[in-house]
């Protein structure tokens, strides 16, 4: 025992000098990494990925990286490498293909479940951020399947402060993205799950705040009667912030706007339910987000001051829908808000006389320019709307007690400073007006017959915006015994010429009176191109075929185009190659026609055969070009080829889920017999059908026009089978199949 005591120990001292500068050496390197590492992941915090990059380029070179230290740099590597590349302008995919595949292959060379470390979830992230975060990716589907899968790791995580951290800071980049407009939350289309898991280990009372706003956005869409009122939940959590969190305007501006636009949930009786907006809420919202911030201070300031106008400024409306005959019980529209009374007054006006234009829109609400001041007042009224102080529109349909006579009344509705009125028509009179540059017609008729009124006053108003204001001129005629009068640019002397103008038209023949507005381009079409229309008897020939050929013109002129009458053009006929086939002049008859012939040769190329048209014969001013016709040699098919299914009792077999289906395929030449030996190929698709019952009514006429049996196929539909089969000496193939 003594003997060998020496032994061992002289061996032990060997051994340990063998290995103590190694394990010096590994612990250098494994310092040197860890300090690379802590660098590169501080440059990678503050965004400077390129140059975390080199370092952990740097750290990838270092010898003797165990398994896990080299995973994680190859992730780093592909994951600064594509965030650096993103931050640039360049549309070269190299650098972000690689580091995709890079970041793919060390998820998927990961098989199990329990092997999935840190690296795993990172490059899960790395991925979600490529493809939803990136400016020029913005791909939330692609982008979700990696964050679930780095969200469900951090989840199971034991490191709790880390993973709470890790888990809110995915939601974040998925909620407001770089690229994502402040606002705009809710386009991600974030699980209301993942939100809730948030929520639960959320600690920050800042963090809640915006996971309150977070759920409330997502929410709004939502079509479920308890999501609905959980919404209105969690927008008034979020704002129990106040205004220390960043997301509180956000908060006050989306709530309000949603509270005005769709409003609080409302269970019905019969255990529906609906919506009401609530403008007494959203106003005191909207009134709160303007006290606790300046104007600048959010970007809401200004709309949020314009949406208050808009729930508490008194308003009222009044709109009549038809012209009425007379004897008609009268009926318009009134809409009203913030006005407990409306005052309604109709006059009787004699439009031609009071009408006075322009206004500072034009023509625009014409009856807000009819003077009052020798209009007599036939009637007076008033009507309590009943309002409530709730901000509420308020709306009716109301009718006049009894008919009025005939003649043209301005209805006017008044609460406090706010007016409106509209034109009540009771005639039989009708006046049509047509424009043409810078002429009118107009042509004043019984509405019930079209008979024409002569000697009816007509009194027109041309406008034009010229210098940023409208400017009129006026002229008034007597119809002739057709109904009609013509006016012209001499019935506005001195008058400015415009390339637009409106005109508004009223005739009158004592208390019947009628209006009507039109608008005309008065420049001149003498620089547009002519219009031809080129027609052939066929649009398609073979060779040696004679084409026959016409063509109807038209000239531009001063007030639009017009017929050329006796006037000649020149025409050059084209093959598809652009080589010249025939040429000459085309003598127009008084109609603008012209016609000839063309004789198609065999050596003629095979295509598409345009025309162009000069106006002389040097092809100079060229007025217009046409498709004439195709050239095409045709060979009918040698065979056809027919489906057929079974038949019982005269009609064809029904099949049911489960049943193999057959199908005779026939092919037969057409000069007869079959086509034996024929390789076919057979593919069945597969469409979605749809159909339901129309139960029977007990008036079945009222509703003849829907089909009692309807279906829809779905398109194309998927390929479920496809073969390839030989015909037997009959010329028949058979395809049998199962109905999945």
């Known amino acids: 025992m003594n003997i060998h005591t020496p032994i061992r120990i002289a061996f032990f001292i060997l051994l340990t000098a063998a290995i103590g500068p190694q394990t010096s050496l590994g612990q250098a390197q494994s310092a040197r990494f860890s300090q690379l590492k802590s660098q590169a992941e501080k440059l990678v915090t503050d965004r400077s990925y390129s140059r975390a990059n080199d370092l952990y ?31 640039t302008q360049t549309n070269d995919s190299t650098v972000y293909d690689r580091a995709r595949q890079q970041l793919e292959s060390l998820i998927n060379n990961v098989q199990r479940q329990e092997d999935r470390d840190l690296t795993w979830a990172e490059a899960h992230q790395s991925l979600g951020d490529f493809w939803w975060s990136r400016q020029d990716s913005q791909n939330w589907h692609q982008g979700w399947t990696h964050y679930q899968q780095a969200l469900d790791w951090w989840a199971g995580s034991g490191d709790m402060e880390t993973a709470r951290n890790r888990y809110l800071q995915i939601v974040w980049t998925m909620a407001e993205p770089a690229w994502m407009q402040r606002g705009n939350y809710g386009y991600s289309s974030i699980p ?12 920050e009372p800042g963090d809640q705040a915006r996971l309150h706003f977070l759920v409330a956005m997502t929410l709004r869409n939502d079509g479920d009667l308890r999501q609905q009122l959980r919404m209105a939940k969690e927008f008034e959590a979020a704002l129990a912030a106040n205004k ?12 309000a706007e949603w509270l005005m636009n769709n409003g609080r949930v409302v269970v019905l009786e019969n255990g529906q339910w609906t919506r009401e907006p609530d403008y007494v809420r959203a106003m005191e919202l909207f009134q709160k987000l303007l006290r606790e911030f300046k104007k600048g201070e959010t970007r809401y300031w200004d709309q949020a001051a314009a949406h208050v106008k808009q729930i508490t400024d008194p308003r009222v409306g009044v709109s009549v829908s038809n012209i009425f005959l007379p004897g008609s019980e009268i009926q318009f529209h009134v809409n009203w808000r913030n006005v407990k009374r409306i005052d309604f007054a109709l006059h009787k006006v004699d439009l031609p006389r009071d009408l006075k234009l322009p206004g500072p829109d034009g023509i625009g609400q014409w009856a807000d320019q009819v003077e009052l001041q020798a209009a007599e007042r036939v009637r007076t009224w008033v009507k309590d709307t009943q309002d409530k102080d709730d901000h509420r529109p308020g709306q009716s349909v109301d009718r006049l007690d009894e008919p009025l006579p005939i003649g043209a009344y301005i209805l006017e509705a008044t609460a406090g400073a706010a007016r409106s009125r509209d034109v009540v028509f009771v005639t039989d009179a009708a006046v049509i007006l047509k424009t043409a540059g810078d002429q009118a017609l107009a042509y004043a008729c019984d509405a019930l017959n079209g008979a024409p009124l002569p000697n009816a006053t007509v009194r027109i108003w041309k406008l034009v915006h010229l210098d940023n204001r409208w400017r009129a001129g006026e002229a008034t005629k007597q119809t002739d015994d057709q109904g009609l009068c013509v006016f012209n640019a001499d019935d506005f002397p001195a008058f400015p010429q415009s390339q637009y103008a409106q005109y508004i038209v009223v005739a009158k023949t004592e208390d019947r009176q ?8 008065a420049y001149t079409y003498e620089n547009q191109q002519w219009r031809i229309y080129a027609f052939t008897d066929r649009p398609a020939y ?18 639009g185009f017009q017929t050329p009458a006796n006037q000649t053009i020149y025409y050059q006929i084209s093959d598809p190659q652009g080589s010249k086939v025939a040429e000459g ?21 095979l295509g598409e055969y345009r025309v162009n048209y000069w106006k002389s014969p040097n092809q100079q001013n060229h007025i217009g070009q046409a498709t004439l016709f195709r050239l095409e040699e045709y060979k009918l098919p040698e065979f056809q080829v027919s489906i057929s299914t079974p038949e019982e009792n005269g009609r064809k077999k029904t099949f049911v889920l489960g049943d ?18 024929a390789n076919v190929e057979v593919v069945v698709y597969q469409n979605p059908h749809y159909h339901w019952w129309t139960p029977h009514r007990e008036y079945p006429w009222v509703y003849e026009d829907s089909n009692p049996y309807r279906w829809w196929g779905g398109g194309q539909g998927q390929i479920i089978r496809r073969e390839q089969l030989k015909t037997d000496r009959t010329g028949k193939a058979v395809l049998t199949f199962e109905t999945p």
Request: negative net charge; proline residues 5%; charged residues 20%.
């Open 542 to 559: 073979r060779p040696a075929e004679i084409v026959q050929w016409k063509i109807i013109a038209r000239a531009p002129g001063r007030n």
């Open 57 to 87: 380029r740097q750290a990838g070179a270092l010898p003797n990286l165990n398994s896990a230290e080299r995973r994680w740099v190859d992730f780093r590597l592909a994951d600064t490498s594509w965030r650096s590349q993103a931050g």
């Open 192 to 203: 209301i799950e993942i939100l809730d898991n948030a929520l639960k280990i959320a600690v």
């Open 660 to 677: 193999y289906v057959q199908a005779d395929i026939q092919a037969d030449y057409y000069f007869g017999g079959p086509v034996a030996n």
């Open 514 to 521: 009628a209006v009507a507005v039109s608008y005309s381009n």
């Open 244 to 255: 220390t969190t960043d997301w509180y305007d956000d908060a006050l501006f989306a709530y």
């Open 585 to 605: 002049p085309a003598a127009l008859n008084a109609f603008g026609s012209a016609w000839g012939s063309l004789e198609l040769t065999s050596a003629m190329p």
